[in-house]
């Protein structure tokens, strides 16, 4: 039995051996040993040569073939050549509560799906100097209906500059408003929810008119823009000056003033820390309310004229590493972009509140602070942390009525980025006020869970 078994094994090596060699060998080869003219192994290296000279034939073809199915490819019509096209989307699931003044306890829970915003990207070149943009957003109004809105139709004049001013441009149309642009590339979490400034209404991220930009010295090695930011990347930093309606984009303009805006950062230690800038962002202006605007009712403020200012200095530190972001800012101004934060006749109180601040845009301030940290060697895997706080009236004119509001908001989060831009994020917020809603009541805390899928392309 054992004689059998291994007479059986041998045979299945010896078939199996013949199989492979029968594989290896080219038949005429394979004849050639089997007389004796050649060895195994002169004719295996015989066969290697062979399947060395076939395998570069057959990639020497192909080259010929794919050439030749290239030139016969019509041409790219003039109207495609330059034309990109992308897109981003935040779509979320939320479970909490809000504030809502008609409940008993003064909060209502929801529960809902919510396509929060879509944008299609659509870019051309033109000239080797001018690009063009157009950005419509699709977001959720108020009533629950969903709007198309432009956020960005600019045209955009670049040039190369030089070793000292760096890729210097000029945009003219519905364009990105200084900081915002800036914040929104360093922290890639809009799909939570719009950054402080913007999510406060102290401005907008876009508006319409012409900005300038340049960056200070020359960009900054491969390195740091494949692994860190490609965005705002000039060695010493970078200028943005804007010239605007001031309604943002989201509103027409209403009267005859322009807002001005400016963003200046610098690098002060471009080489030993790279990713560390420092900010500063300025607007000027009115806030969007009609030049003939004036209080009607009877009384001692009838006929007086309703314009409010709209001023910010903003001032920020910024860190940008391969691991981590961090992101500190803070501001003080008065009044925004919108015109309607101001001090009205209810808020006059004589003896306590001087009569020249009604109709003058509140004085407030606030700050904010913001941290990534990336996790797992493929940074596929983030946690993020921030805290906003703001107080809308440093004067403590509205305290006076039990209608001031100082809000602090706690965000927490972890995010998987499973390919690319492309990311679940899963966050959890909190909102607390100080405002009373009713004559013993506080707002009470707003809380929401929320799960949200990016998709960019």
């Known amino acids: 039995m054992r004689k059998l078994v291994a007479f059986f094994m041998m045979a299945v090596f010896v078939c199996f051996g013949v199989t492979l060699f029968s594989q290896e060998l080219d038949p005429l080869l394979q004849l050639l040993v089997e007389k004796k003219v050649l060895t195994v192994e002169e004719a295996q290296s015989v066969q290697k040569e062979y399947d060395k000279k076939k395998e570069k034939d057959r990639v020497e073809s192909k080259k010929v073939v794919e050439e030749a199915v290239k030139s016969t490819k019509p041409p790219l019509p003039d109207a495609l050549k330059g034309l990109s096209i992308g897109g981003t989307y935040f779509i979320s699931y939320q479970n ?15 529960n809902k799906f919510v396509l929060k915003r879509g944008y299609l990207d659509v870019r051309k070149e033109i000239t080797p100097y001018l690009n063009v943009r157009f950005t419509p957003d699709v977001t959720l109004d108020s009533s629950g209906d969903y709007k198309c809105r432009v956020k960005f139709l600019y045209a955009d004049f670049h040039f190369k500059g030089n070793k000292y001013f760096n890729s210097p441009y000029i945009r003219f149309g519905t364009t990105q408003f200084p ?25 907008q991220t876009a508006d319409t008119g012409i900005l300038f930009g340049v960056g200070f010295g020359e960009t900054l090695p491969e390195d740091y823009l494949k692994n860190v930011s490609s965005s705002y990347a000039a060695k010493w930093g970078s200028f943005q000056l804007g010239v605007y309606n001031g309604g943002g984009f989201t509103s027409g303009e209403k009267n005859t003033n322009k807002v001005v805006a400016s963003h200046l950062a610098l690098r002060p230690f471009p080489e030993l820390l790279t990713g560390l800038q420092l900010h500063y962002f300025g607007v000027r202006g009115k806030g969007n309310v009609a030049d003939d605007t004036r ?38 101004g008065t009044g925004n972009s919108a015109g309607n934060r101001y001090y009205t006749p209810d ?8 009569f020249d601040d009604i109709f003058k845009g509140y004085s407030q301030k606030g700050y904010s602070f913001f941290g990534e940290v990336k996790m797992t060697s ?31 908001r706690y965000i927490f989060g972890i995010a998987n980025f499973f390919f690319k831009n492309n990311a679940f994020l899963l966050d959890y917020q909190r909102l607390k ?22 998709i960019k392309f």
């Not at 001023?311 to 501001?331: C, E, M, N, R, V």
């Open 378 to 408: 493929s940074k596929k895997w983030r946690i993020i942390g921030r805290y906003d706080y703001y107080d809308p009236d440093t004067k403590d004119i509205l305290i006076l009525k039990g209608n001031e509001d100082i809000q602090k």
């Open 96 to 110: 909490g509560n809000s504030f809502d003044a008609t409940q008993e306890d003064g909060s209502k829970a929801y």
């Open 295 to 332: 209080y009607t009712k009877d009384g001692e403020f009838k006929g007086k004229l309703i314009y409010p200012d709209w001023k910010l200095d903003a001032f920020a530190i910024s860190y940008q590493h391969p691991w981590f972001t961090l992101i500190g800012q803070y501001f003080e």
């Open 433 to 454: 006020h100080t405002e009373r809603y009713n004559s013993t009541d506080k707002i009470p805390d707003e809380n929401r869970y929320q799960l949200t899928l990016q």
């Open 347 to 354: 808020d006059y109180v004589i003896g306590k509140v001087a």
């Open 179 to 203: 900081w915002f642009d800036f914040e929104e590339n360093a922290n890639a979490y809009r799909m939570q929810d719009p950054h402080f400034m913007d999510r406060i209404g102290l401005g």
